[in-house]
């Protein structure tokens, strides 16, 4: 069994800085890829990063702009976000999954996940 948990997410001013955290509390994931979404109020669910099983590679989508890092620690079982920058767009539910396929590398598809967190909330004001 698969269980993520995130955790991080709060108010905070647009320009400031959140780290959220992602933790495996069952299962190991240190053999898949894992990845971030995020679903705003009123759109659907979107890619935000996604990170290699090594961490040494990554990919992010193009509104990212270099403000958010993603990371992960395979001794801790956890995966990390950190968005610096913050805007009010970024204003959403960020989830955290794990890849489907253990070989593919930086996924960005939903459908190349297939265990999900529940999500913490990220609201940020201008």
Known sequence: QVQLVESGGRLVQAGESLRLSCVGVQGDN?????????????????????????????????????????????????????????????????????????IRLTPAEENEFNYWGQGTQVTVSS
């Open 30 to 102: 240190k053999m898949w890829a894992m990845g971030w979404f995020r679903q705003a109020p009123g759109k659907e669910r979107e890619f935000v990063a996604s990170i290699s099983r090594s961490g040494g590679r990554t990919k992010y989508a193009d509104f990212v702009e270099g403000r958010f890092t993603v990371s992960r620690d395979n001794a801790k079982n956890t995966m990390f976000l950190q968005m610096n920058s913050l805007r009010s767009e970024d204003t959403a539910v960020y989830f955290c999954a794990r890849a489907r396929i253990p």
